[in-house]
């Protein structure tokens, strides 16, 4: 099966870039990288040093619930390329290992599905777990601080 990685939507990056509340209801932290591997989360690349970027809250899901985690994520502060691309793992993927969990279409955790992966077994992992008629995504997020990086959907 065909997978795709998908980014934030530049709709929602483009309103934190203007001043929009984060997930917690606070405004963005507007801050300048100083050491490279800031992953951002609209174009999934790198925010380099001397980039300002926003450090804020973000809740991938539509509405709060139960399963709906929240959590600090970077974001450029200037316009980038929205990434993702269909089977190609994104570029600010370097760690190790990831949290890779499926989500059914109540946006809920599918039990069992979640574990920690290979960084270079991820899209084989997500090409599984979507093979799955109760899992409808994937969701990509730190290993060891479970924040989010981005979702696989079926391409």
């Known amino acids: 099966?065909?997978?795709?990685?998908?980014?934030?939507?530049?709709?929602?990056?483009?309103?934190?870039r203007a001043g929009a509340a984060d997930a917690n209801g606070q405004?963005?932290?507007?801050?300048?990288?100083?050491t490279p591997g800031r992953p951002c989360r609209h174009c999934l690349g790198f925010i380099e040093p001397g980039e300002d970027y926003l450090?804020?809250?973000?809740?991938?899901?539509p509405e709060p619930q139960p399963y709906?985690?929240?959590?600090?994520i970077f974001l450029h502060a200037r316009?980038?390329?929205?990434?993702?691309?269909?089977?190609?793992?994104?570029?600010?993927l370097d760690s190790p290992t990831y949290l890779v969990r499926g989500y059914g279409p109540d946006h809920r955790?599918?039990?069992?599905s979640g574990g920690v992966i290979p960084t270079a077994q991820i899209t084989q992992?997500?090409?599984n777990l979507l093979a799955s008629y109760t899992v409808s995504y994937v969701h990509v997020?730190?290993?060891?601080?479970?924040?989010?990086?981005?979702?696989?959907?079926r391409a």
């Open 1 to 16: 099966m065909a997978i795709r990685f998908v980014a934030m939507s530049s709709d929602v990056a483009e309103a934190y």
């Open 27 to 34: 405004c963005s932290e507007r801050r300048t990288a100083d």
């Open 55 to 61: 450090l804020l809250a973000y809740r991938p899901f």
């Open 68 to 72: 709906a985690e929240t959590g600090p």
């Open 79 to 92: 316009h980038c390329q929205r990434g993702g691309a269909v089977g190609q793992l994104p570029t600010f």
């Open 109 to 112: 955790i599918v039990s069992g």
């Open 125 to 127: 992992r997500a090409d």
């Open 141 to 153: 997020r730190s290993a060891s601080n479970n924040c989010y990086h981005c979702r696989i959907e």
